[in-house]
């Protein structure tokens, strides 16, 4: 996924901006959004482990930022401990019980367990202890302020990054109730019912966010991925009449997040992706994007792999020769693996034509 510091910025000036052009709005609610908007960025080191991911299926989440069931045993005598950020002992409880301040231990906190190898090796217990005493100050936080939207979204987040799904859905759907117009928080709400399983729920709730803040990629993007990935529920639960028009509609919502941020190349990538989900794949069109792609790489790996993903358009519309003398241009290491793949793939192809 595109880094994470991209979509909260874009959706904190997205959430600014609505606020700002909405003259209808009370001053208090107008404050409202342009809190949450100062605020929503805090997460940008961080993204949820596995978008859209099921019970049944989802990823395992890392153990730098998950809060994790002791079912491994830890030695009788294990090493000493080094030390990790505590709120408490440079700051006074006061401090350690405003947002900012626990915003900058959780920030220090899951820092530290991603870069630091020595701090990664810590025992579970003491990672749940840390991880229990940022959610314990956000629920003391909550209780002073308990209409606080902004401050529910942000748990929400927190509870999201440490697999706490249920508890996070709960944050969210109070924020919902304070703020029912906040794309964010339709957002974390349509991806909890894709998770479990309310596709039109989430179809609703995802589409929302895209019209609440049309101008943020980020939602564009994760519409996409929603529509590609329960293509079949959406046709059997009737929102879409056939898998070809939800191939289309998600084709179009890469089409549009690629287009907000032409400057980012995950976004580039998986819209020249969609061109192969269509129903049937529209190799022209593959070929094409991916053309634009491999003229635009500042790399020499990322042009190559764009001339991959042409031969891979060229293969499956029987232009073997063509499609072998572009592999044959690749020469990177890293690329190895998806030549060989993609040799394979056209050996396969072209032996079932004869």
């Given at each position: 996924m595109p880094p994470a510091n991209t979509h909260a910025a874009n959706r904190a000036t997205a959430t600014a901006s609505a606020a700002a052009t909405d003259a209808t709005a009370t001053p208090a609610a107008t404050a409202r959004h342009w809190r949450l908007a100062a605020v929503l960025a805090v997460f940008a080191a961080a993204a949820p482990a596995a978008l859209f991911a099921t019970a049944a299926n989802a990823a395992p989440s890392s153990p730098s930022t998950t809060s994790t069931a002791s079912t491994t045993s830890t030695p009788s005598t294990p090493p000493p401990a080094p030390a990790l950020p505590d709120a408490e002992s440079l700051r006074d409880e006061a401090d350690a019980l405003t947002l900012d301040g626990?915003?900058?231990?959780?920030?220090?906190?899951?820092?530290?367990?991603?870069?630091?190898?020595?701090?990664?090796?810590?025992?579970?217990?003491?990672?749940?202890?840390?991880?229990?005493?940022?959610?314990?100050?956000?629920?003391?936080l909550l209780s002073r302020r308990p209409d606080d939207a902004a401050i529910m979204v942000l748990y929400g987040k927190f509870l999201r990054l440490i697999d706490d799904r249920a508890r996070a859905n709960e944050c969210f759907a109070m924020a919902d109730r304070l703020m029912p117009n906040t794309a964010v928080i339709k957002h974390q709400l349509g991806v909890f019912a894709a998770e479990e399983g309310r596709y039109i729920a989430a179809h609703n709730l995802l589409g929302q966010a895209v019209t609440l803040e049309p101008a943020t990629a980020i939602y564009h993007f994760h519409y996409g991925e929603f529509l590609t990935t329960y293509n079949a529920h959406l046709v059997r639960d009737n929102i879409f009449k056939t898998q070809a028009e939800c191939s289309t509609r998600a084709q179009a919502a890469f089409r549009r997040a690629a287009e907000l941020t032409p400057e980012n190349k995950a976004f580039q990538w998986r819209y020249a992706e969609s061109f192969f989900e269509r129903d049937p794949p529209d190799y022209a069109g593959a070929f094409a994007e991916w053309g634009r792609i491999a003229a635009k790489a500042k790399t020499a790996p990322d042009r190559e792999a764009a001339w991959l993903q042409q031969a891979r358009a060229l293969t499956g519309t029987g232009r073997f020769a063509e499609a072998r003398r572009l592999l044959a241009t690749s020469k990177t290491p890293e690329l190895a693996a998806s030549r060989k793949r993609l040799t394979d793939i056209l050996d396969a192809t072209e032996k079932a034509k004869k």
């Open positions: 626990i915003l900058r231990d959780q920030e220090a906190l899951f820092t530290a367990l991603k870069d630091d190898a020595e701090l990664r090796r810590l025992p579970h217990a003491e990672k749940e202890r840390r991880l229990t005493e940022l959610s314990r100050r956000y629920e003391v």
